[in-house]
């Protein structure tokens, strides 16, 4: 289960253009398993009826407050009290006034004054308001009492204007709530994950590589920092944003990551590798672009095996691996796990196209030294992270395996 699986949530809605986009948070939200209700406010349903979210949530849509043949018309307290989050996506300049005075005119704004729950606020707005010393004065006094409140994204903006004041994109704004949500029990860890590909150079346009996205392990290094710990990703080449809190090391090559990784692996207590290195590389890549159509042959050597050494050097740390599999998952990670001398290994079959490389799901099989296997279902890549970072936790409490102390 993600951090979001079966909570319940309150998506509040104002008036801005982005307020499409909260459809699009809506979806994401009830994919990972939250039960969502919308709240909109009446500036809002100028740009997105109540009918799409309600279709989408699957519950009925939050709205006036002060209808006497509503249902709803009291189920502020009781919503303000099961809620477990309350997301404002988006935010405009006038909501996150109203929040910041206490005013509680309609159903947002009274449910942001019932509630007791954590609130997160995605601003959006037009030009320099966010600069603007009231917007500026609202937001350190809502900080101030615990509301999260994100930074909005810089780039063209409704009016033509190029500022800073567009809504976050949804990956961070749920990024951003399961860090609210989430557990904090990797405080004090440092945790160091590799991701992605790796590219070995054939001549100066060519090079071996595979279709590893990067996704599972930058969903790794995303879910350890909400959980506390300080990350180290050492990455491949991808088309990922780096998590905000992560120190972030870009390599190409396999030899690249071989040093980033010694180099970061002494202090980290937590180490993942999650990249798909390649195995071979060319003897000798070629100078210059090799020209012509002909027949071709290429002299392979191995590349190191930077999941062995790390395992054979540590001192403390919790050593995971990966092992991308087409048949026989349990037989060749079992063989894999012994062969390296890893504590936990992670298979999944990747000749299935609607999970592992470049794929939003994952279904693995999580496989450690002291004899215990267990398969996970098909779920979201971050949800599948969380579910190994728990299992890292419960077998190091359970058999006592040291942690590094530096």
């Known amino acids: 289960m993600t951090a979001l699986g079966g909570r319940e949530l309150v998506l ?42 309600r279709t989408l949530s699957g519950h009925p849509v939050l709205e006036d407050l002060f209808d006497p043949r509503s249902e709803d018309a009291v189920e502020h307290v009781a919503l303000a ?68 409140v994100l930074e909005p994204d810089r780039g063209a903006l409704a009016s033509g204007l190029s500022a800073q004041g567009r809504l976050p994109e949804v990956e961070a704004i749920v990024e951003a709530l399961r860090a609210v949500l989430g557990p904090r029990d990797l405080a004090g860890e440092r945790v160091l994950v590799t991701a992605g590909p790796t590219r070995e150079p054939i001549d100066p346009v060519r090079y071996i590589s595979n279709r590893s996205s990067g996704r599972m392990g930058y969903a790794l290094a995303a879910a350890a920092g909400r959980r506390g710990a300080a990350v180290t990703l050492v990455s491949g080449p991808t088309a990922l944003t780096p998590p905000p809190a992560a120190t972030f090391v870009p390599v190409e090559t396999a030899e690249e990551m071989r040093e980033a990784v010694l180099q970061h692996a002494e202090a980290a207590t937590i180490v993942v590798k999650a990249a798909a290195v390649a195995d071979y590389r060319a003897q000798r890549p070629a100078a210059a672009k090799i020209k012509g159509k002909r027949d071709l042959t290429l002299d392979l050597t191995p590349n190191p095996d930077i999941l062995a050494e790390v395992a054979a050097r540590r001192t403390g740390a919790f050593v995971v691996g990966f092992a991308a599999e087409t048949h026989e998952v349990a037989a060749h990670a079992r063989a894999k796990l012994e062969a390296k001398g890893v504590d936990l290994l992670v298979a999944n079959d990747v000749s299935r196209r609607d999970i592992g490389f470049d794929a939003d799901d994952n279904e693995v099989l999580l496989v450690d030294r002291w004899g215990g296997a267990r398969g996970l279902p098909r779920m979201p890549k971050v949800a599948v992270a969380d579910a190994i970072l728990d299992a890292v936790i419960a077998l190091r409490a359970a058999h006592a395996a040291p942690k590094a102390v530096r």
């Open 81 to 148: 009290e099961r809620a477990a989050a309350i997301v404002v996506a988006p935010a405009t300049a006038n909501l996150l006034a109203k929040a910041a005075q206490g005013l509680a005119d309609d159903f947002l704004t009274t449910l942001l004054l019932a509630g007791r729950c954590p609130v997160l606020m995605a601003p959006a707005m037009d030009g320099g308001m966010w600069e603007h010393p009231a917007v500026v004065a609202n937001v350190a006094t809502l900080r101030r009492r615990g509301v999260v």
């Open 12 to 53: 509040g809605v104002t008036g801005s253009i982005a307020a499409y986009k909260a459809v699009y948070l809506l979806r994401e939200l009830t994919r990972q398993g939250a039960r969502v209700s919308v709240c909109l406010s009446a500036h809002a349903r100028e740009f997105v009826g109540a009918l799409t979210f």
